[in-house]
């Protein structure tokens, strides 16, 4: 009988890439849902737009690249990012900011640097960023919470302006949209306005944070908890930055708590828990030692609250986390952990 | 008396499948036709055989001996005749074969002398070293190192701790468990017997959790013992590993580049404890040891008591292996243990375990993906390293870099690629890292020795060359003062010459010391102010 013989170890723990994978989808199934109950269906038409685009975008990289379509389609790895970035996007986006979005994530922030594992930067974050830049408009047109809603759109009618760019009649987009809560603070103390004054007098704004908002960043903390839980990701990273951007805000509101938000305000607002637990940890383009994913989660919640407070942008995660992937190497080369047997220097 | 634990880092939780060959009592296996033995069992030099092929052996016969200082011995493990000494396929990973004296057994199984040493507390301890080195003892635990170096305490007068690793933390693997349980007072007569050669102030004994049975029986052997204490470690893998074994029981890490010996700590497995108490209170050297056979194509895992040289197709066949069914056949556990070529090698001192696995044990694994840098190696590796970042250059044949990640702390555990999301078969670029630069360091002193060899050529020529040119250049000077007194010696006579000219150079030295001495009025041979 002839003998098979691999070399050690023999056995797997049966964790794969699709494991992983899908165990950050399933995470995030309670912050979908949050979203769908609380601004409506939009989101739900985003996600499955960006997955169908997502795929057919990788699957086409990878015949040009010649490269095996099953496992690289099943790893889930672009379904992610697809995800990802169609959380990003407003409720109400029309279909081909979604294909653009996702064919510059795919193409240039993923294929073009290699495929999976190889490229530097977020992909969703990419296409994120390259629609804020060139589509400032589409991208900061939000629906409000449904229960602030005056004219709350049914699915038909979404669905009809995601492809046709029709509104029901006597509707316009201004009247089916409005200002985030991030947006509205920070025209508000633009305006010289007191932040107390601002939050307290305005239905945009609940109990902790924005209205609605609050609850969607729980949802995320909720299904970002577990996936530290199950050891995907690991906690120092969501720990740095969400703690880094409390400090800072923290400080900010003790000096000055006229014109600088509170804490709570900025953990539960805009991207901060999605891109915290679910963003930043991104492995391929986040630092990975312990020591390294510290610093590299501090570098993005001080970069969020610095863009957020005093930058041109109302909201600042994709832009902190780019930024921060620049460093991730270089955080790595630097925090080499100590091994074993090794003296501390 | 609970014993106070540490952690090391990382380390991976593999299903145990330790159940399957607990259940019958240990045994003896069978004596097969032919014992095939292995001058090399044990790292260090190859042994020496010390029989002729026709040669009659007795059971415990040294038939090969030691050859320099890590080394050990080969005793016969039966009676019989020495059938070939020649090369035989040996358990390697490579599958290569190598020197084994093969003995034809005679079914008596006949002892030779067995030596009545004493009471061993009345021997000195180096003298005590010397018979277990006689004894061909090595670590049991599976690397073999020669058991009598580890029971030196060297410069020290006494060590810290002597540790027993009863940990067999690799999946399947149940020989020291068995023993444990049916040998305990055997066990502790070995740890005494180490001691007292080491000096040792106080011995842990590790047992892990899943060993319920054994960690029982340990403690009640022990109960009248004083300074040995048995330490109950959660099971986690690799703990049974030296370094990482020595970090959970005293806290301490031994260096990187040095041994245990250096905090004070000396370690034995529990097997080789068994093997000094036979070879000192018994007169038996190392002729068999306990071998799980296991596996889901084994029909009766067991643990028996196998005599080395017994071919491992002899053990499967009795234990039941049915071999159609067996997806591959390892020497060692799952996570460490490598696949054999041939199911015709023989049982050797470091055969800790015959593993025939399903292919359902043993998937075979799928292509590998890239690396997405998760960090699951380094969460799990048990020394520290980044797996992620030696992968990446190893992979890229950067070797230097990968020496700065520390490649040869690497352990080859296992436990990055037992996580690896991406399956990617990381031990194997390690080793991979690790030949190539062996390979270069190999070739380096190959190139430099060439290079001092062309040196020192160079240089003689050169030498030879001025020396030559200055015997010329004085040849001629001499043979134009020559011509004036002497007949001038025929062109190209050079030895003649050069005769000529250090006659030439003898006498005028001669003439030069006469007159000095002449001049300073002193006898030769004296030193210079000798005289006042």
């Known amino acids: 009988m002839p003998l098979h013989t691999p070399t050690s170890p023999h056995i797997h723990s049966g964790i794969t890439v699709t494991t992983v994978m899908l165990r950050v989808l399933l995470a995030l199934v309670p912050g979908i849902a949050a979203y769908i109950w609380l601004f409506g269906t939009g989101v739900l038409i985003n996600i499955v737009l960006a997955m169908v685009f997502a795929l057919g975008a990788e699957a086409v990289m990878l015949k040009l690249r010649g490269r095996p379509l099953l496992p690289f389609l099943t790893d889930g790895s672009v379904v992610v990012t697809a995800v990802l970035f169609a959380l990003t996007l407003p409720p109400l986006a029309p279909w081909w900011l979604s294909f653009l979005g996702i064919l510059f994530a795919v193409v240039i922030g993923k294929h073009l640097f290699g495929g999976l594992g190889h490229n530097p930067f977020n992909p969703a974050m990419l296409g994120y960023v390259m629609l804020l830049i060139s589509f400032p408009r589409e991208m900061t047109m939000w629906a409000p919470p449904l229960s602030l809603a005056t004219h709350p759109l049914a699915f038909a009618d979404t669905l009809a302006y ?65 996936l530290i839980k199950k050891r995907i990701i690991g906690w120092q990273i969501p720990a740095a930055m969400l703690g880094a951007l409390a400090l800072m805000a923290a400080i900010f509101y003790a000096v000055d708590n006229a014109r600088y938000a509170s804490p709570l305000f900025h953990l539960l607002s805009g991207g901060a828990l999605l891109g915290a637990f679910f963003i930043a940890t991104d492995p391929v383009t986040a630092a990975t030692t312990p020591r390294g994913r510290l610093y590299y989660g501090a570098g993005i919640g001080v970069l969020v609250y610095v863009i957020r407070t005093w930058g041109g942008y109302p909201d600042a995660v994709a832009f902190a986390v780019l930024l921060m992937n620049i460093a991730a190497p270089t955080i790595d080369h630097y925090t080499q952990p100590r091994v074993f047997g090794h003296r501390k220097d | 008396m609970s014993v106070r634990l540490w952690r090391f880092n990382g380390g991976v939780h593999p299903p145990q499948h330790k159940a399957e060959s607990t259940t019958e009592a240990l045994r003896a296996a069978r004596l097969p036709k032919r014992l095939i033995l292995p001058l090399h ?25 030691a050859k320099g200082y890590v080394s050990a011995a080969v005793h016969a493990p039966s009676s019989g005749t020495v059938s070939d000494i020649g090369d035989y396929p040996v358990p390697h990973p490579s599958g290569m074969s190598a020197s084994c004296i093969v003995i034809q057994t005679d079914g008596e199984d006949r002892w030779g002398e067995r030596p009545d040493y004493g009471d061993y507390t009345q021997i000195d301890p180096s003298h005590l070293r010397n018979m277990i080195r006689d004894a061909g003892i090595v670590g049991l635990g599976g690397a073999g190192f020669p058991s009598f170096i580890k029971l030196n305490p060297g410069s020290r007068k006494h060590i810290d ?12 693997i149940t020989c020291d468990d068995m023993l444990m349980r049916e040998r305990p007072r055997e066990i502790i007569a070995g740890i005494r017997i180490m001691q007292h050669a080491l000096h040792a102030r106080e011995c842990l004994i590790a047992v892990e959790d899943n060993k ?18 048995v330490a109950l470690c959660p099971t986690i893998y690799p703990q049974g590993s030296e370094k990482q074994l020595i970090k959970v029981l005293t806290g301490k890490e031994s260096p990187s580049n040095g041994l245990p010996i250096d905090i004070g700590v000396v370690l034995h497995n529990v097997g080789t404890a068994y093997a000094v108490h036979r070879a ?25 008591d196998v005599l080395f040289g017994t071919p491992v197709i002899d053990l499967l066949d009795e234990c039941g292996a049915d071999l159609g069914q067996a997806d591959r056949l390892l020497m060692g556990g799952p996570m460490m243990g490598f696949a054999l070529h041939s199911m015709n090698v ?24 890239p690396c ?161």
């Open chain 1, 162 to 226: 995601v492809f046709l760019g029709h509104l029901p009649d006597a509707l316009s987009l201004d009247a089916v949209t409005m200002a985030t809560p991030l947006d509205h603070v920070k025209t508000e103390v633009s305006r010289s306005h007191e932040i107390s004054a601002v939050m307290s007098g305005s239905p945009l704004f609940g109990t902790l944070a924005g209205t609605g908002w609050e609850w969607l960043g729980l949802a995320y903390l909720a299904g970002g908890l577990w």
């Open chain 2, 41 to 65: 069992q044990h790292i260090g030099e190859a042994a020496e055989p010390v029989v002729n092929i026709g040669d009659t052996v007795l059971k415990g016969q040294l038939i090969a001996r």
């Open chain 2, 161 to 172: 701790t002597l540790i027993l690793n009863g940990v067999e933390c690799e999946p399947y």
């Open chain 2, 212 to 229: 319920p049975a054994a960690y029982r029986i340990m403690c009640e052997a022990i109960a009248k013992e004083a300074g040995i204490r």
């Open chain 2, 280 to 304: 000192i209170q018994h007169g038996e050297p190392l002729i068999s040891r306990t071998v799980t056979v296991t596996g889901g194509a084994v029909a009766q895992p067991r643990n028996v």
């Open chain 2, 346 to 369: 023989p049982v050797i001192k470091t055969t800790n375990c015959v593993l025939a696995t399903t292919p359902a044990q043993t998937p075979a694994p799928r292509d590998a993906l």
């Open chain 2, 372 to 532: 997405i840098r998760c960090g699951a190696c380094m969460d799990a590796c048990p020394v520290h390293l980044l797996p992620q970042q030696l992968y990446w250059h190893a992979h890229a044949k950067e070797f230097d870099k990968t020496q700065t990640y520390n490649l040869f702390d690497c352990i080859e555990c296992g436990c990055c690629a037992y996580v690896c999301p991406s399956q990617i078969p990381l031990v194997q670029y390690y080793r991979y890292a690790k030949a190539e630069i062996w390979a270069q360091e190999r070739d380096k002193e190959k190139a430099d020795l060439a290079r001092k060899r062309h040196d020192f050529r160079q240089e003689r020529i050169e030498r030879e060359k001025a020396e030559r040119a200055a015997r010329l250049h004085k040849k001629k000077t001499e043979t134009v003062t020559a011509d004036k007194t002497e007949a001038k010696p025929s062109a190209g006579d050079e030895p003649k010459a050069a005769i000529l000219a250090a006659i030439e150079r003898a006498k005028a030295k001669r003439e030069a010391a006469a007159t000095a001495a002449e001049s300073s009025e002193e006898k030769p041979g004296q030193p210079p102010d000798g005289g006042t």
